[in-house]
């Protein structure tokens, strides 16, 4: 039982975590791409602060909002596949125990052997077993929409305050490129993160992530200067 709770609460840590990284990455990425698009419009510092805040307020909401949909949403289709699973248990067990068993039999396990791990499994845990085997989760391990929507709402103005803060402040002739290279070393960092919480490839989420964030503010920009 101590174990099942220490998994629970590592799949809740792991969660936030997630939800953080993204939100600080959607963060940098969504108010870099607006600040420097109004730049790019040679307007003044009030104007770039302005446009900004509003963009980190709006993806705020959204982002958190957002996060708090998705795992909803989630967590109700993972409700019903339970649901769904205990009738089968309950109405058809020999089926249900024929189509785990079979599972087995197809990684390479003896037919013998895959019948005495069925019935020892579903002995012990059934509709915990039921589950992982036919949708792919384990319904002890619960993710949190709250806490995702509160991690997002908290990293995602944190993410956005490096780009706004950098080019209000260094407002000069290199106060755009100098904006943009901060965001790469961020994006650098973030998609690295996402990787790891991943079990990706961090060489090719970094790439994707700092292609991602400069072609952004590259069209952002273009599309500024059409307003001079």
């Known amino acids: ?27 940098i990425v969504s108010v870099a791409g607006i600040v420097i698009g109004v730049a790019g419009a ?5 104007a770039i602060l302005l446009s900004g805040l509003a963009g980190m307020l709006a993806g705020t909401i959204s982002m958190a909002m957002g996060e708090w949909v998705s795992v909803s949403t989630q967590r109700d289709s993972e409700k019903m596949a339970m649901i769904h699973e205990k009738e089968r248990l309950d109405n058809n067990f020999g089926r249900e125990f024929e189509y785990i068993k ?3 039999v197809a990684t390479g396990i ?5 019948a005495k791990a069925t019935n020892e499994m579903l002995q012990d845990r059934p509709l915990e077993v ?13 993710t949190s929409a709250i806490s995702a929507a ?3 709402m908290i990293s995602f ?5 490096l780009p706004l803060l950098t080019i209000t402040l260094l407002r000069s002739g290199n106060g755009i490129l100098v904006t943009m290279i901060s965001v790469v070393i961020a994006l650098i960092f973030t998609g690295w993160a996402a990787a790891k919480l991943g079990n990706a490839d961090p060489k090719k989420a970094v790439v994707r992530n700092v ?18």
Do not use: C, H, W
């Not at 629970?8 to 963060?27: F, K, Q, T, Y």
């Not at 040679?42 to 009030?46: K, N």
């Not at 003896?110 to 895959?114: E, G, H, P, R, V």
């Open 1 to 27: 039982m101590k174990n099942t709770n220490k998994k629970i609460s590592l799949a809740a840590r792991v969660n936030i975590i997630r939800a953080g990284v993204m939100g600080a990455n959607d963060g």
């Open 42 to 46: 040679r307007v003044s510092t009030y």
């Open 102 to 104: 079979n599972k087995y």
């Open 110 to 114: 003896s037919d013998t052997l895959a």
């Open 130 to 142: 039921g589950v992982r085997e036919r949708y792919g989760f384990n319904p002890n391990e619960k």
């Open 150 to 152: 509160i991690a997002s």
């Open 157 to 161: 103005p944190i993410g956005s305050a």
């Open 211 to 228: 292609l991602a964030g400069l072609l952004t503010m590259v069209v952002t920009y273009i599309v500024g200067t059409q307003f001079v």
